[in-house]
């Protein structure tokens, strides 16, 4: 197995496209589903679980595969596993688009999900082998302002794609348009982008792969599918045993690495407080955030009845706010006040948070665009004041050993806490709206709003709590990559 010479001049560009074009739709697929939800529940008649599982199944399955389509890259070539993962997503985009009810949307997210597994984490390999370290910083800044981009941007331009009702495909289009960029993508990748292995080929955990999916899925499953059956016997006792497939699996990765074994999970890192905590106060903060981006755009299409264009374009406020904090904290912030950043940003989304639950109170049915304003603004900031300094303090004093272990872990936490957070939030929010007395419609979806905002807030207040565990300062060679990554 050969290494191909890295391109050089106009042949690299173009490689770096096509690297950037699969991270931009990974990233926009990530969310832009969320605003077109109302269209696709009328269209296929989808119930509420089926909603939640349309959002949970891709970042449930990018969290279960990404570790491993890291080493497989690193085993099999990374350009390899990039182009099948890129093949894979298109394909799956497809089938997306032709879905004729929720079940087969569903099992299409899934595998969209899984195929980003395997081209995303070729990304950035892939890069820092065509860019020596001097040149990089260019390219990695590139890459930090497009994921800022996409990430923010998925519920406007999903609203806008839905709205214009191409060809008459109406949500449909949200996927469609992935065909042409994809497969304009993979042209560039079989021809541009080289080829390259790690010079030390880890081993495969699949049969921790597996156990991680069984015990995520008999928590999420049940979890999800409990309110609108009534909460039988049988989601308590398959969460439990969810539980325990957890439990088994943390005491089969210490197995695996007392044995000189290479686990999915280094059980090991968790003796660093600073890494534990970090990987708490991330489940603590990204449940809540995932699950505002879903019942926000239920409450504004369903309660307030916006339309979809509408409801997209009410988000600019949050989707401008990201960036500047992000850039703000990384470059600055994190270097002038350290993990008070990162304690001060779930406050501000807490504050936030309340700003529109006080704002929804006072307006009733009557909210407009410019009355969420405040608080979407300030939900935005607190958001990009942890999301882009967040890794450099979990992961300031993982040993070098484990540095590689340890950033996919962290990868797969933020997206695991994604799935979780649609679940709980989405359960709680529709618990809120079927246990409310009130007699029309938007009043329903305030209730069920507002109620479960309170506890998103409060869960922002233990993500604060717990990032004061973190190191006091990252250190200084983390710090100046950040400035790198976000500088023009």
Same mark, same amino acid.
């Given at each position: 197995?050969?290494?191909?010479a890295?391109?050089?001049g106009?042949?690299?560009?173009?490689?770096l496209?096509?690297l950037?074009?699969?991270?931009?739709m990974?990233?926009?697929?990530?969310?832009?589903?969320?605003?077109?939800?109302?269209?696709?529940?009328?269209?296929?008649?989808?119930?509420?679980?089926?909603l939640?599982?349309?959002?949970?199944?891709?970042t449930?399955?990018?969290?279960?595969?990404?570790?491993?389509?890291?080493?497989?890259?690193d085993?099999y070539?990374r350009?390899?596993?990039f182009?099948i993962?890129?093949?894979?997503f298109?394909?799956s985009s497809v089938l997306?688009?032709?879905?004729?009810?929720?079940?087969?949307?569903?099992?299409?997210?899934?595998?969209?999900?899984?195929?980003?597994?395997?081209?995303?984490?070729?990304?950035?390999?892939?890069v820092?082998?065509m860019?020596?370290p001097k040149?990089?910083?260019g390219?990695?800044?590139?890459?930090?302002a497009?994921?800022?981009?996409?990430a923010?941007s998925g519920p406007?331009l999903?609203a806008? !794609?839905t709205d =214009?009702?191409l /060809?008459?495909? %109406?949500w449909?289009?949200? *996927?469609f348009v992935?065909? #042409?960029?994809?497969? $304009?993508a993979?042209?560039?990748?079989?021809?541009?982008?080289?080829?390259?292995?790690?010079?030390?080929?880890?081993k495969?955990?699949?049969?921790?792969?597996?156990?991680?999916?069984?015990?995520?899925?008999?928590?999420?499953?049940?979890?999800?599918m409990g309110?609108e059956d009534g909460?039988?016997?049988w989601?308590?006792?398959?969460m439990?045993f969810g539980?325990?497939?957890l439990v088994?699996?943390v005491?089969?990765?210490h197995?695996?690495?007392?044995?000189?074994g290479?686990?999915l999970?280094?059980?090991s !890192?968790f003796? =660093?407080?600073? /890494?534990a905590? %970090?990987?708490?106060m991330? *489940?603590?903060?990204?449940? #809540?955030?995932?699950g $505002?981006?879903l019942?926000?755009?239920?409450?504004?299409?369903?309660?307030?009845?916006y339309?979809?264009?509408?409801?997209?374009?009410?988000?600019?406020?949050?989707?401008?706010?990201?960036p500047?904090?992000?850039?703000?904290s990384?470059?600055?912030?994190?270097?002038k006040?350290g993990?008070v950043v990162?304690?001060?940003?779930p406050?501000?989304?807490?504050?936030?948070?309340?700003v529109?639950?006080?704002?929804?109170?006072?307006n009733g049915?009557?909210?407009?665009?410019?009355?969420l304003i405040?608080?979407?603004?300030?939900?935005?900031?607190? /958001?990009g004041?942890?999301?882009?300094?967040?890794?450099?303090?979990?992961?300031?004093?993982?040993?070098?050993?484990?540095?590689?272990?340890?950033s996919?872990?962290?990868n797969?936490?933020?997206?695991?806490s994604?799935?979780?957070?649609?679940a709980?939030v989405g359960?709680?929010?529709f618990n809120?709206?079927?246990s409310?007395?009130?007699?029309s419609?938007?009043g329903v979806?305030?209730?069920?709003?507002?109620?479960t905002?309170w506890l998103?807030?409060g869960?922002?207040v233990?993500a604060?709590?717990?990032?004061s565990?973190?190191?006091r300062?990252?250190?200084?060679?983390d710090?100046?990559?950040?400035e790198?990554s976000?500088?023009a």
């Amino acid at each position: 197995m050969k290494t191909t010479a890295p391109p050089i001049g106009r042949a690299r560009s173009i490689a770096l496209i096509s690297l950037f074009l699969a991270s931009f739709m990974e990233l926009l697929d990530a969310t832009i589903v969320n605003v077109a939800l109302p269209d696709i529940e009328r269209s296929l008649d989808a119930h509420n679980a089926e909603l939640q599982w349309m959002v949970a199944s891709y970042t449930l399955a990018l969290a279960i595969g990404l570790i491993t389509g890291s080493r497989l890259g690193d085993i099999y070539g990374r350009k390899k596993m990039f182009i099948i993962g890129l093949v894979v997503f298109t394909v799956s985009s497809v089938l997306c688009g032709l879905a004729q009810n929720p079940e087969m949307l569903i099992a299409s997210r899934a595998l969209q999900g899984f195929a980003s597994a395997s081209m995303i984490p070729q990304v950035l390999s892939s890069v820092q082998v065509m860019y020596k370290p001097k040149e990089r910083a260019g390219a990695m800044a590139g890459f930090s302002a497009l994921a800022g981009v996409a990430a923010v941007s998925g519920p406007i331009l999903g609203a806008i !794609l839905t709205d =214009s009702n191409l /060809f008459g495909w %109406g949500w449909r289009t949200i *996927f469609f348009v992935n065909v #042409p960029v994809g497969i $304009f993508a993979v042209i560039c990748a079989m021809k541009f982008v080289p080829e390259s292995f790690a010079p030390v080929r880890h081993k495969l955990d699949l049969s921790g792969v597996v156990v991680l999916a069984v015990g995520m899925l008999s928590i999420l499953y049940p979890l999800t599918m409990g309110r609108e059956d009534g909460w039988p016997l049988w989601t308590f006792l398959m969460m439990g045993f969810g539980l325990l497939v957890l439990v088994g699996f943390v005491l089969l990765q210490h197995r695996e690495e007392k044995h000189g074994g290479e686990p999915l999970v280094p059980v090991s !890192l968790f003796k =660093s407080r600073s /890494f534990a905590a %970090g990987i708490v106060m991330m *489940f603590l903060f990204f449940i #809540p955030m995932n699950g $505002f981006f879903l019942i926000q755009t239920l409450f504004l299409q369903l309660g307030l009845q916006y339309p979809i264009l509408k409801a997209g374009l009410t988000m600019i406020p949050f989707s401008v706010m990201v960036p500047i904090l992000a850039g703000l904290s990384a470059a600055i912030l994190a270097k002038k006040i350290g993990r008070v950043v990162l304690q001060l940003g779930p406050l501000v989304i807490a504050i936030g948070f309340v700003v529109l639950i006080f704002t929804v109170q006072a307006n009733g049915g009557g909210v407009t665009p410019w009355h969420l304003i405040a608080g979407l603004a300030l939900s935005g900031a607190g /958001f990009g004041m942890v999301v882009a300094p967040v890794g450099i303090f979990v992961l300031s004093e993982v040993p070098v050993k484990f540095a590689g272990a340890a950033s996919g872990l962290f990868n797969t936490t933020s997206q695991l806490s994604g799935a979780l957070g649609v679940a709980i939030v989405g359960t709680l929010f529709f618990n809120g709206i079927e246990s409310s007395t009130a007699h029309s419609q938007s009043g329903v979806f305030i209730d069920g709003f507002t109620s479960t905002m309170w506890l998103m807030a409060g869960g922002m207040v233990l993500a604060a709590i717990a990032a004061s565990f973190l190191p006091r300062w990252a250190s200084e060679a983390d710090v100046l990559d950040a400035e790198e990554s976000i500088s023009a």
